[in-house]
Nanobody, 125 residues
Framework: QLQLVESGGGLVQPGGSLRLSCEAS????????IGWFRQAPGKEREGVSC????????DYADSVKGRYAISRDNAKNTVYLQMSSLKPEDTAVYYC??????????????????WGQGTQVTVSS
């Protein structure tokens, strides 16, 4: 069974940091480019970041550029999203997703074939 499982979400104060993980099971993650999306209550799902199969190409939404960093460890079949300088508006459920495209596709959710169940990130004092 092909699965993506996110972890690492939680409650953090403004200005804090979290690292999300996305682990694949049932398939080899390095055959896929990976995207992170988020969805806040009452808002549409938005692309946050993505990374190509090799990790050589990365992209970020303007709202997180300079604060978030995406990386992958294909040996561990895992992709990470390091989030720093978190703001209340970063509060959302964060999802990782996989596309068989080799290059990064930011925000185009219909290009992604597999999705995780999501992990909640709450930024609040």
């Amino acid at each position: 069974q092909l699965q993506l499982v996110e972890s690492g979400g939680g409650l953090v104060q403004p200005g804090g940091s979290l690292r999300l993980s996305c682990e694949a099971s049932g398939f080899t993650l390095d055959d896929y480019a990976i995207g992170w999306f988020r969805q806040a209550p009452g808002k549409e799902r938005e692309g946050v970041s993505c990374i190509s199969r090799t990790g050589n190409s990365r992209d970020y939404a303007d709202s997180v550029k300079g604060r978030y960093a995406i990386s992958r460890d294909n040996a561990k079949n895992t992709v990470y999203l390091q989030m720093s300088s978190l703001k209340p508006e970063d509060t959302a459920v964060y999802y990782c997703s996989a596309t068989s495209r080799s290059l990064c596709v930011l925000g185009r959710s219909n290009e992604y074939e597999y999705w995780g169940q999501g992990t909640q990130v709450t930024v609040s004092s």
